[in-house]
T-cell receptor
Framework: DAGVIQSPRHEVTEMGQEVTLRCKPISGHNSLFWYRQTMMRGLELLIYFNNNVPIDDSGMPEDRFSAKMPNASFSTLKIQPSEPRDSAVYFC????????????FGQGTRLTVV | GENVEQHPSTLSVQEGDSAVIKCTYSDSASNYFPWYKQELGKRPQLIIDIRSNVGEKKDQRIAVTLNKTAKHFSLHITETQPEDSAVYFCAASTGANSKLTFGKGITLSVRP
């Protein structure tokens, strides 16, 4: 397995534009997490899914952020409209949630909103 | 919800010395405590984890200890090497199908 795959690796966009980040979890994993990493706030959990169902979205900053998981092999995180303060590295991670197990992280998407 | 705190936020040690990184957590129901290492520009990766039914776990130069009564756990790195320089995150989880809550991370620098 290639691990958790995120795209794009880097995204530069203008304020006000829509941004879509994509994630393919490891095959067979049933939990998927979206994290945002900044110097000031560290690793923040935005939302997580279990069996494609959103379980906890309390970390989503505001209505400009939305996430979907239409099937077990794909998830998106959308920001509309984007703002400069959204600039961060966004990580997707997946795990097999039937036991207490490791979360595997993707390479991350570095988002810059100018 | 769970709150995980790490102390200190930065740590610098001489190569060959030991490093200890401490974390505290707030939710007494937490029962899984992993440690992740993140090198500059890379993804966090698991280096060791411990479950609540165990007090200590070792893997070569690294070890983790857990004190459930005090709600803290620590990462111990012996014989530190320059390649140990990275950001280390602790995390806590209350169990299967639940989320990992991370601490803010500590930057470890190992001086050659």
């Amino acid at each position: 397995d290639a691990g958790v795959i995120q795209s794009p690796r880097h995204e530069v966009t203008e304020m006000g534009q829509e941004v879509t980040l994509r994630c393919k979890p490891i095959s067979g994993h049933n939990s998927l997490f979206w994290y945002r990493q900044t110097m000031m706030r560290g690793l923040e959990l935005l939302i997580y899914f279990n069996n494609n169902v959103p379980i906890d979205d309390s970390g989503m900053p505001e209505d400009r952020f939305s996430a979907k998981m239409p099937n077990a092999s794909f998830s998106t995180l959308k920001i509309q409209p984007s703002e400069p303060r959204d600039s961060a590295v966004y990580f997707c991670a997946s795990s097999w949630g039937s036991d207490l197990t490791e979360a595997f992280f993707g390479q991350g998407t570095r988002l810059t909103v100018v | 919800g769970e709150n995980v705190e790490q102390h200190p936020s930065t740590l610098s040690v001489q190569e060959g010395d030991s490093a200890v990184i401490k974390c505290t957590y707030s939710d007494s129901a937490s029962n899984y405590f992993p440690w992740y290492k993140q090198e500059l520009g890379k993804r966090p990766q698991l280096i060791i984890d411990i479950r609540s039914n165990v007090g200590e776990k070792k893997d070569q130069r690294i070890a983790v200890t857990l004190n459930k009564t005090a709600k803290h756990f620590s990462l111990h790195i012996t014989e530190t090497q320059p390649e140990d320089s990275a950001v280390y995150f602790c995390a806590a989880s209350t169990g299967a199908n639940s989320k990992l809550t991370f601490g803010k991370g500590i930057t470890l620098s190992v001086r050659p």
